[in-house]
């Protein structure tokens, strides 16, 4: 076995449970006996006198289930190489004597499948099955949508175990089809292919696991053409909060499908459209009652940017919105969006589906002065990298002064940021001067963050990646 020994002092992450090892963490690379690898300490300086040897990084094939040791030689993790990342090694047990196979496999998606069972979230057939870091599987992202598994790996460890997770995910779900969406562009940053396709649950073989010492070729599935009656339809309706159903893409829609990483906020924008709906009927009866003259009482009027598939608008609407303008550049999204309406019994006069750039349309309607009751941004991530942190931060800016300026005044803005790198304090800073540029007073009333089956593991704060704020403007 691989030992990956690292420089003094940079342990610490490790003995705190967090589960990613940086290339400049390293110090050495020894290939050990089996007798040297069951030790809890190596003596560093007799390994090569006992049959272990130094060998080069790049001699340790891409997805090696390897050993990490501190400076001292004692064990801290197991974890699977990756050569090209800047995240050499990412832990898969913290135990020194489990095996990392088939039955680790089984076992660990059970627990998490257990843990959501547990959170009671009855009225959601969409649900996060495995949260990568967050559930302790680095590169593994397990989505159900109604009995589709969408799964998306993202490392070579999960990778090099393709047989073991297909073949316990068919046992664990046996009625479920499973799609593959390993197509993310962060693939490519561990030089891993993209693929995308239906699997094949009763033909995966070990050997499409081979890879090279430079980690070609790559595994190379078998793919299936599905009977009919198998066949995974272009769009799934995903039931949420046992309120709407939402529309949703496993073949070529975002992610493994969508985003059931909002599902709280979304029940979140039911709930304020039904209270704003309900204000505005109580303002009727009081104003009929002065024998003033009285406006028919309407819900509010909900803009919703980047709406992807129209989730935050179906939940407005059943809240009771008396319209919800959708903006997207997705044409594609956008369709799926007004079949959701229709699939729901809802009102399609309500809604308005408008492809366009969120920056333009936001623009043309501050110059025209329109205002809504509620205006939702929920933008893609805008921060990638650390480097590109400063440059997204304008962009976050831009669109939440424009955003505040089209709020009526006592009316909400629900805004978010799905980038790890933009903690919530910077975000609120942000939003502090997007509120000074546009010049109005903004409060926080409700705070949000991802729904409770992307769990967020203490040790890994990067894990929680998706806040937002319920802002009253005034
Ligand atoms: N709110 C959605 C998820 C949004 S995902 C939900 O609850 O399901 C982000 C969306 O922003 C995608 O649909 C993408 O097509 C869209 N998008 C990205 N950049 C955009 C831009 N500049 N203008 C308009 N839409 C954009």
Not at 161 to 182: D, G, I, M, T
Request: with cysteine; hydrophobic share 40%; proline share 4%.
């Amino acid at each position: 076995m691989f030992a990956f020994i690292l420089h003094a002092e940079r342990e610490k992450s490790l003995l705190r449970r967090h589960p990613w090892v940086f290339s400049k963490a390293i110090a050495a690379v020894y290939e050990l006996t089996e007798l040297q690898s069951q030790e809890e300490t190596l003596n560093l300086a007799t390994i090569e006198s006992q049959g272990g040897h130094k060998v080069e990084r790049k001699q340790v094939p891409a997805g090696t289930l390897c050993q990490v040791r501190d400076s001292k030689g004692s064990f801290l993790a197991q974890a699977h190489f990756s050569p090209q990342s800047q995240i050499s090694l990412r832990v898969i047990s913290f135990k020194q004597d489990e095996s990392i196979d088939y039955d680790f496999f089984k076992r660990t998606l059970n627990a998490a499948f257990a843990k959501r069972e547990a959170l009671a979230l009855e009225g959601n057939d969409g649900l996060r099955l495995v949260a990568a870091e967050g559930d302790y599987l680095p590169g593994l992202i397990i989505d159900q949508y109604n009995d589709v598994l969408s799964f998306a790996i993202t490392s070579w460890g999960i990778e090099a175990n393709y047989h073991h997770l297909v073949r316990a995910l068919h046992e664990l779900k046996p009625n479920c089809a499973l799609y593959e969406r390993s197509d993310g562009k962060t693939r490519l940053k561990e030089n891993l292919k993209l693929r995308a396709g239906y699997v094949d649950p009763n033909d995966i073989s070990p050997d499409y696991n081979l890879v090279d010492q430079e980690g070609k070729p790559q595994p190379n599935c078998k793919r299936i053409t599905p009977p009919q009656d198998k066949e995974i339809a272009d769009t799934l309706y995903v039931k949420e909060k046992g309120l709407v159903a939402i529309p949703i893409d496993v073949k070529q829609g975002h992610k493994t499908g969508g985003y059931l990483d909002q599902r709280e906020s979304r029940y979140h924008t039911y709930q304020l459209c039904q209270s704003l709906k309900a204000l505005a009927q109580a303002q009727a009866l009081a104003q009929a009652q002065n024998q003033a003259p009285a406006k028919k009482p309407q819900g509010p009027t909900v803009l919703n940017c980047f709406s992807y598939t129209g989730g935050f608008g179906l939940l407005a609407l059943k809240g009771g919105a008396s319209a919800v303008y959708n903006v997207d550049v997705s044409a594609h999204a956008l369709n799926a969006a007004k079949s959701g309406v229709v699939f729901n019994h809802l009102d399609p006069g309500r809604c308005k589906f408008i492809k366009k750039d969120v920056f333009a349309y936001l623009r043309e309607e501050v110059a025209k002065g329109t205002k809504f009751d509620v205006v939702i941004l929920d933008p893609p991530k805008f921060a990638e990298s650390k480097s590109s942190l400063t440059t997204a931060c304008r962009g976050y800016q831009d669109i939440n002064r424009l955003g505040m300026q089209l709020v009526r005044k006592g009316g909400h803005l629900l805004t978010f940021s799905c980038s790890g790198l933009m903690v919530e304090d910077l975000f609120q800073k942000i939003l502090a001067d997007a509120a000074l540029g546009a010049k109005v007073d903004a409060q926080i009333v409700a705070t949000m963050r991802q729904a409770p089956d992307h769990m967020v593991a203490l040790p890994c704060p990067e894990s929680f990646y998706l806040k937002g704020f319920d802002l009253i403007i005034s």
